[in-house]
């Protein structure tokens, strides 16, 4: 919780007490208690700065951005999970899953972890994609989660983490080494990825190491994307990701009074991830890792 205000709340040091006699004393007794009872008066009249009085001198208290839902509703701890999925003792069976040109999936008990792997023949493609598609409802926000390693970055390597299949939603992705995110839609009657906002055009945190947080995104590390989506039709959505412990966000798609239609299809979509060869590698045997995911409400 953020205290906007201009000047500074003075900190309330904790006291000396003085020490313990080994008996009984009544002068000790009240020293302590003279020393307890200035403590708690300090204590007592800090908390009453944060009282809302009605008078100017109330200290206005502010939420940052990423404890709000993406319709600016305080988010608490009681999310309706609409799905998740792990790889724990074996593959998770929700997924599909498609390879070609000697593409190959498989699935690492040790590490919890499906392994999406491509040779270096161009179009080598792995993908993995919910069965399910996740129902949106208007008017609530609804919170992406999904966990992975990518493959080191290489000339026609492509490799996509998101909400997303074939004609709508949003994603990752990196393309010979270079990061994006991408606003994917089919409102003109076929797939479109011309809102793909480069790494560094985000308008949030850019994880190069110059942005608010100090981090620079290593995406051959476990990393942890999320997405909020505020749609019906012509809402925000937000994406970034959970480094720390802390929502960062990193780029933010703002739709209304900017678009002459919805932003995209539907938001009811699966979860998907894809790794493909766009043309010939130098390296083979590269592969994304799948680890976890869920899809909240």
């Given at each position: 919780?953020l ?5 500074q ?10 020490i ?6 009544k002068?000790?007794q009240?020293k302590f ?7 708690f008066?300090?204590i007592?009249?800090l908390l ?6 009605g008078?100017?001198s109330a200290?206005p208290i502010?939420?940052?951005?990423t ?23 074996s593959k998770?069976?929700q997924?599909?899953e ?7 999936i ?5 590490q ?6 491509v040779?270096s ?8 994609q919910s069965y399910?598609v ?7 926000g609804?919170l992406v ?9 290489q000339a ?12 709508n939603?949003?994603?990752f992705?990196?393309l010979?080494?270079?990061?994006s995110?991408?606003?994917?839609t089919?409102t003109?009657g ?10 560094a055009d985000?308008?949030?945190d ?33 994406c ?7 929502y ?8 209304a009074?900017?678009q002459d239609k919805?932003y ?5 979509l699966?979860?998907?991830y894809?790794?493909e060869?766009?043309?010939?590698l130098?390296a ?10 869920t899809?909240i409400?």
């Open positions: 919780m205290v906007t205000i201009n000047s709340l003075q900190q309330v040091p904790p006291p000396a007490l003085p313990a006699q080994d008996q009984y004393s002068d000790y009240e208690n003279n020393v307890l009872r200035l403590y008066n300090r007592n009249s009453g700065q944060f009282m809302a009085n008078s100017s200290i502010s939420f940052p951005p404890s709000l839902d993406a319709f600016g509703r305080l988010r608490v701890s009681n999310p309706f999970t609409i799905f998740d999925s792990q790889n724990r003792y998770d069976n997924f599909s498609f390879t070609a040109n000697g593409g190959n498989s699935y690492d008990e040790d919890s972890t499906v392994f999406l792997a040779t023949t161009s179009g080598s493609k792995a993908v993995r399910r996740m129902p949106y409802q208007p008017g609530k609804l989660l999904a966990t992975f390693v990518m493959a080191m970055a026609n390597l492509r490799q996509r983490v998101g909400y997303f299949n074939v004609e939603g949003v994603f992705q990196q010979g080494g270079v990061n995110f991408v606003l994917r089919s003109s076929s797939p479109n990825d011309a809102r793909t906002v480069n790494q985000w308008n949030g850019k994880l190069d190491g110059t942005g608010t947080s100090g981090i620079t995104l290593d995406t051959t590390k476990a990393q942890i994307l999320w997405m909020d989506f505020e749609w019906l039709g012509a809402g925000s959505v937000r970034g990701f959970i480094i720390n412990g802390e960062i966000i990193c780029h933010t798609f703002n739709n009074n900017d919805v995209m299809t539907t938001a009811t699966p979860i998907r894809e790794i060869a766009t043309a010939a130098a083979s045997g590269v592969a994304l890792k799948q680890i976890c995911s899809v409400s």
